[in-house]
């Protein structure tokens, strides 16, 4: 017992130090290191001999100094990120009791949690009689929603497969995120049956080219069944807009799925909530906590407006090794899950919730929308950067435009290289048409202007030294 106590001491050390680390003003972001060198700098190998506690604190020590530092005030990269100590603090815990959420009898206090967390969510989105299930993810979430309206509008198809069906069609907008597609796929629609609807400039569906899309899959004898809006895309940070859509949803008898993996904290601001205006109207609605609401990775929900929807899809009666007939049968959360066994992510979203409190999280979302205004004035401003979207949110798509005649997308490449090579920041890219952008997002509201004035001005340094390189090459030439 001893020595549980002193190598636990010493992990805390260490965690502190990393902190310390991370928040070090010179300290990186990232090494950037090639797998190669990865390989040199740490001992991947598993030996048929153990090894000592002590050796394990030097591989973790070893693990968080090479790994990406997420909660590094220079990191845009990602929607996820910060430091959130009340999360890390319920991840702990939840390793420590190491219970699983299929049952009641299994984690009580767990069960009492999740409904809590859950029935928070549900408020938020303003579903009177809501229900909703936490996740391993945004995609898992979304794949469920599919899931569960595709088995309500094709009563059957649970035990008969789709090939017993007329082909079904799901419409989400080119800039869905993937995993709609995939979950087109796993659930046998077949991912050419995720219609891409066009989108606007600003990367909003277009309601009209929805409704012809409808029409068309209708008169080929298709039966579309479920809409997917995005609240907050992956790239620009659009979001669809439901009040739109709800009379097609009506009018085509269709099931509503709001992916608002990345958009959906807005609810928890009332000066930014009208983003999501008609929500509740939605048959469901996924949100990541693990993105805007800094909880640990990983910690999403699927919220239902029906209650009970969820449970019909999975036949449980007869797992009676698992699922007992008891007097607190119903709250068998395991029986609404795709998974058997799950991680019980509802801690630390709840003591969060707790410590910041419904005021907290509202002034950090405010805040975060607040530093992405900074960022879009600072892009706006400056003469040799090109703001490449219509910023609505947290998302800030950008390029720099070189000094000298180069082409502009390689001049960005090697910029966003740059950084990454000296540790100074990570900023994600993606194309919008064929132009390659920087995506700057902000998840972390420990983040200052000052923080974001050091990034630009790094890119700035970076940027004019890229063009005089290549202009000494062009000169040696
Ligand atoms: C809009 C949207 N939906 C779904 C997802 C998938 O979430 P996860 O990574 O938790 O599976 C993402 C991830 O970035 C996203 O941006």
Redesign the pocket.
């Known amino acids: 017992m001893k020595e549980h106590t002193k190598i636990l001491n010493e992990f805390l050390r260490l965690f502190d130090n990393y902190q310390n680390e991370v928040n070090r003003e010179d300290s990186k972001v990232l090494l950037d290191l090639s797998p190669n060198e990865l390989k040199q700098k740490f001992d991947f190998s598993i030996d048929r001999k153990g090894i000592s506690y002590e050796a394990l604190l030097n591989a973790i020590e070893n693990y968080l100094s090479l790994s990406v530092k997420t909660g590094h005030k220079q990191f845009f990269n990602q929607?996820f990120g910060g430091y959130n100590l009340s999360s890390i603090l319920g991840e702990m815990t939840t390793s420590i009791a190491n219970t699983s959420m299929y049952t009641y009898e299994m984690s009580p206090v767990a069960t009492l949690i999740e409904l809590e967390v859950i029935q928070k969510m549900c408020d938020h989105v303003g579903y009177e009689d809501g229900d909703g299930i936490l996740t391993s993810?945004?995609?898992?979430s979304?794949l469920q929603a599919m899931l569960t309206a595709r088995n309500k509008y094709f009563p059957g198809v649970m035990e008969q497969g789709t090939q017993a069906f007329p082909k079904m069609t799901a419409f989400v907008s080119e800039e869905?995120?993937y995993?709609l597609e995939k979950a087109g796929s796993i659930l046998g629609l077949g991912t050419r049956q995720v219609i891409k609807v066009k989108t606007d400039i600003s990367g909003r569906i277009i309601v009209s080219e929805l409704e012809r899309e409808l029409e068309e899959s209708i008169n080929n004898n298709e039966k579309p069944f479920f809409i997917g809006l995005?609240a907050?895309?992956?790239l620009k940070g659009a979001f669809d807009s439901i009040q739109e859509v709800l009379p097609l949803v009506k009018k085509y008898n269709l099931w509503l799925h709001i992916?608002g993996?990345?958009g959906a904290s807005v609810l928890l601001s009332k000066k930014h909530r009208h983003l999501v205006e008609g929500i509740k109207e939605a048959h469901s609605v996924?949100w990541?906590p693990?993105?805007t609401m800094n909880i640990s990775v990983?910690c999403?929900a699927l919220l239902v407006k029906e209650k009970g929807v969820l449970e019909r899809n999975y036949s449980t009666d007869k797992i009676d090794y698992l699922f007992h007939k008891n007097k607190n049968e119903t709250y068998d959360l395991g029986k609404k899950s795709l998974q058997c066994g799950r991680r019980v992510d509802a801690l630390k979203l709840w003591l969060s919730w707790k410590y910041y409190g419904d005021n907290g999280y509202e002034k950090r979302t405010d805040k975060l929308v607040e530093l992405a205004q900074y960022v879009t004035e600072k892009v706006q401003n400056h003469p040799k950067i090109e703001l490449m979207n219509i910023p609505s949110f947290l998302n800030i798509c950008f390029r720099w435009l070189p000094n000298i005649e180069l082409d502009v997308n390689p001049f960005n490449l090697e910029l966003r290289e740059s950084l990454l090579k000296d540790g100074l920041g990570m900023v994600n890219y993606g194309y919008i048409d064929k132009d390659l952008t920087f995506r700057l997002v902000l998840t972390n509201p420990e983040i200052d202007k000052e923080d974001i004035d050091t990034l630009f001005s790094n890119m700035e340094k970076m940027a004019i030294e890229i063009s005089t390189n290549h202009t000494k090459k062009a000169i040696a030439w």
Request: net charge neutral.
């Open positions: 929607l993810g945004g995609s898992l979304n869905a995120h995993s995005t907050g895309t992956t992916d993996s990345w996924t990541n693990h993105k990983s999403s």
